[in-house]
């Protein structure tokens, strides 16, 4: 990870948006705040802090992005650890707010990131399913009404009524993917998931995506599979220490992204 | 859909944070009663008597209490049922305000993945122990048959101090939680604070007994005080509250909800960088 002290924000253009803009992103920053020394308890922090010893690395995560999603597009994200691709990802989902710049989503956004992530080990399959969708945002009927379908892509129905706890790994991801695509969605935010499961089940996922993008759903997605992101992709995008170094077909920029990594 | 001049989510939209949170609340409802329900049913999911603990533990510390101080607190006409009462009220709170700290450093992992309300973990929190204060009346009222105790008509008053207390601890439990979020050692500091500020409150002692006159001045002062006596004006005294103390505990209530929920969501764009 590098740091930077003090950085130069372009002023913000206000970026045009039309009427096939999904997602809008102009000029967006993020900015960590990390104590250069850890600081835990409550009393240290007042001590420093009355001794104006409180000092921060200040670290951009995000730096000037200026982007464009267009509606019904596949678009990946691609990166090495720490390009802030995941940062990116919270600030349009709507989990981190831009320290500067805008970001406009124009659609509802199903979130599908670390699948399971809600599921309480001690409650059953069936009541999990009513937790993780309310924790979406879903209502009670709207839940109902996708019930047995859930049941049936996950392929689970013997274990509903076992807990959660009994289940394996991929009988966890199966569920939470399940849960989470439940519902047509605008907008599908996609992090490092697909690879759950036997590879049947990655059919049926990868199924399930395809028929999202031909009824027009706008696909957002971050991987380290390149093969993934080329096979899926319209168009991607290479972050890079917080900025984007390119935007294009996914041939050429996987390639780039390639030519520099490898060499 | 969407048309492009109308975004659903733009970061630039101005609406202050605290306006912005009762909104999302009310979409999120559903999950409130979710989360409500999946604590009352993991926390005795693996026991044998269930729920009824909620019933039990606080029968349990009354005939405890009762047995070592009914002596030493002879004065004070049907002990047991001053003392749940008491308990009830104190019980709420601590268990109230300690869930709403749990519950944000629980959830901390969900807040940094997906979009929920913030506010809404501590809402839950406050939800699980208005249930259980429910389910603590029903031992309370068969406590006050067997020892002979008139139930007091005024009982229908209760959903009032129950306002109160609930608005108060969700406030307090706001704060709290925000502060832990930036330094978890307030959790671990904030139990030394409840053992002092229980015993500074008189949940077990009667408020007529000789005590060091710091402490009495502190009872003026002390929210959980006027909260612990507008509760048992109507439930052990068996009377309507006079003004002078209904007006306490509702200043209370309210000036700490607001002071809660705007300094909590003040701080809520900056959960998801610290938890």
Redesign the interface.
């Given at each position: 990870m590098h740091t930077v002290s003090e950085t130069n924000l372009s002023p913000i253009q206000p970026g045009t948006v039309t009427a096939d803009t999904a997602i809008q992103l102009d000029g967006v920053s993020v900015q960590y705040r990390i104590p250069t020394e850890k600081i835990g308890t409550f009393k240290e922090f007042i001590i420093r802090y009355m001794q104006r010893k409180v000092s921060f690395t200040h670290f951009w995560a995000l730096n000037t992005v200026d982007l464009t999603v267009k509606r019904g597009e596949v678009f990946g994200i691609i990166g090495k650890n720490g390009a802030g691709k995941s940062t990116m990802l919270k600030a349009v989902s709507g989990v981190l707010r831009p320290t500067k710049g805008r970001v406009r989503v124009f659609g509802h956004i199903a979130p599908l990131l670390e699948l399971g992530a809600g599921f309480h080990p001690e409650l059953s399959g069936r009541e999990n399913v009513f937790l993780n969708g309310s924790l979406l945002g879903y209502s009670k009927p709207a839940m109902e009404e996708v019930y047995d379908e859930i049941v049936e892509f996950s392929d689970l129905k013997p274990f509903m009524d076992a807990p959660i706890r009994t289940y394996s790994s991929g009988m966890n991801a199966r569920l939470g993917f399940a849960v989470a695509t439940a519902h047509f969605p605008e907008i599908l935010i996609v992090d490092e998931v697909l690879s759950v499961g036997d590879e049947a089940f990655q059919k049926k996922c990868q199924d399930r995506m395809k028929g999202f993008q031909e009824r027009g759903t706008t696909i957002l997605i971050v991987s380290h599979g390149l093969n993934t992101i080329q096979d899926m992709c319209d168009r991607v995008a290479w972050l890079d220490h917080g900025k984007v170094r390119l935007v294009g077909e996914p041939e050429e920029v996987i390639a780039a992204y390639r030519a520099e990594n490898q060499a | 859909?969407?048309?492009?001049?109308?975004?659903?989510?733009?970061?630039?939209r101005q609406v202050s944070a605290a306006a912005r949170e009762i909104r999302e609340i009310g979409?999120?409802r559903?999950?409130l009663?979710?989360?409500v329900k999946?604590d009352i049913?993991?926390r005795y999911?693996?026991s044998v008597l269930g729920v009824a603990w909620t019933m039990i533990n606080p029968l349990g510390t009354m005939l405890i209490l009762s047995l070592v101080f009914s002596q030493l607190f002879k004065t004070v006409e049907s002990y047991p049922v001053y003392i749940l009462t008491g308990l009830a009220v104190w019980n709420f709170f601590s268990q109230g305000s300690n869930a709403a700290i749990g519950n944000l450093v629980w959830g901390g992992?969900?807040?940094?993945?997906?979009?929920?309300p913030r506010t809404i973990f501590g809402i839950s929190a406050i939800g699980t122990a208005l249930v259980n204060l429910l389910l603590t009346i029903v031992p309370l009222i068969i406590v006050m048959l067997s020892v002979h105790f008139p139930v007091p008509w005024t009982m229908v008053l209760i959903p009032i101090p129950i306002l109160f207390l609930a608005l108060f601890t969700l406030g307090w439990g706001l704060f709290l939680s925000a502060?832990a979020v930036?330094?978890?050692?307030?959790a671990e500091?904030y139990q030394i604070v409840l053992t002092a500020w229980m015993y500074m409150t008189p949940i077990i002692y009667p408020e007529t007994m000789d005590l060091p006159p710091f402490v009495r001045t502190f009872f003026n002062y002390n929210p959980m005080y006027w909260m612990v006596k507008l509760f048992r004006v109507v439930t052990y005294e068996g009377r309507l509250p006079a003004i002078g103390e209904v007006w306490p505990a509702a200043l209370w209530a309210v000036g700490m909800i607001i002071v809660g929920w705007l300094f909590f969501t003040s701080k809520s764009?900056e959960y998801?960088?610290r938890v």
């Open positions: - | 859909m969407a048309t492009a001049s109308k975004p659903v989510y733009d970061s630039d979409r999120y559903y999950l009663g979710q989360l999946r049913t993991t999911k693996r992992s969900l807040l940094n993945r997906i979009y929920i502060l930036f330094f978890p050692d307030v500091m764009d998801a960088y």
